[in-house]
């Protein structure tokens, strides 16, 4: 009974997130207006994290905020996110060379469409209000979904399970957005179909990638480095070619995390091996 109560409330926590995403991505729609970002729910999930983990008694440390070397932790996930990235990026110019259409990169900020990236902005507000929007974003996505959550079910499950468990609701929160540019006509029955496969599919997987990194250092801080790299990179680096812009975003996307998960899988089951720090002691059962 305990298990289901305990599987109950991190249901009802990611209900009351995942309303709160709706309302902002079907009726308030900030993310199309000049702000550019889908902002209000992730304060609002800031606020539900501080309360349930009020609620259940839980210590900053207990969901993924502790402060022990937290810059050290902080400044490896972004230094991860760019290198992984600088490969991806690397790669798409080659490819966009190789076909004769590279016209460069270009510096302005997007908000994300499905449909491809949308505005470009290039004033300095808007690039502090992507910055922002994108540090509200990890504290809220990581704090809940590999903090709290991931808290919650340890009480009761294995790692594995809770890690399994946190990144497919991970991937579903990432489903909205195609649902809502089909609703709006952008995106045939098709398109919804292949969009959401693709968006959860990938976000889970990140999800769980995310999750491992979390356990590896003990904090979520270089999680929130790498998130914070690979969210805010899309929305201000873009690669020009003779079609458009960003004409191979999602390849980009694609390469940065699958070198990034490797490289984290890698690292995870050699630090179990040698067992170098008690952090890495657990296995995934």
């Not at 729609?29 to 606020?47: N, P, S």
């Not at 690039?127 to 590999?146: D, S």
């Not at 952008?186 to 599919?201: A, D, K, R």
């Amino acid at each position: 009974m305990k298990n289901k109560n305990i599987l109950s409330s991190v249901f009802v926590i990611y209900l009351i997130c995942f309303i709160l995403r709706l309302v902002e991505y079907f009726i308030l729609r900030t993310d199309l207006t000049l702000i550019g970002e889908a902002l209000f729910h992730k304060l609002a999930g800031i606020i539900v994290l501080i309360i349930f983990a009020r609620i259940y008694k839980y210590k900053a440390d207990e969901i993924g905020f502790s402060l022990y070397q937290y810059e050290v932790k902080l400044i490896a996930g972004l230094f991860f996110g760019i290198f992984c990235f600088a490969i991806a990026y690397f790669i798409e110019v080659m490819i966009a060379k190789a076909s004769g259409s590279y016209s460069g990169l270009r510096f302005y900020v997007t908000s994300y469409s499905v449909n491809g990236n949308l505005g470009n902005q290039t004033g300095l507000l808007f690039f502090a209000l992507c910055i922002f929007g994108n540090v509200v974003n990890v504290v809220m996505e990581e704090g809940v979904f590999r903090g709290l959550f991931i808290r919650r079910l340890q009480e009761k499950f294995s790692y594995s399970s809770t890690a399994i468990i946190s990144a497919v609701l991970f991937g579903f929160w990432h489903g909205v957005a195609p649902v809502r540019s089909f609703l709006d006509g952008e995106l045939s029955t098709f398109g919804l179909f292949i969009n959401c496969m693709i968006l959860i599919l990938s976000s889970a997987v990140v999800g769980y990638k995310y999750g491992l990194i979390t356990k590896i250092t003990g904090s979520g801080f270089m999680a929130m480095g790498d998130h914070f790299v690979n969210n805010t990179l899309v929305n201000i680096l873009h690669v020009i070619s003779a079609n458009g812009a960003d004409q191979l975003q999602m390849i980009r996307i694609s390469i940065a995390q699958t070198l990034s998960f490797i490289l984290v899988l890698v690292y995870y089951f050699y630090s179990k091996k040698h067992k170098k720090s008690p952090q890495v002691s657990e296995s995934i059962e």
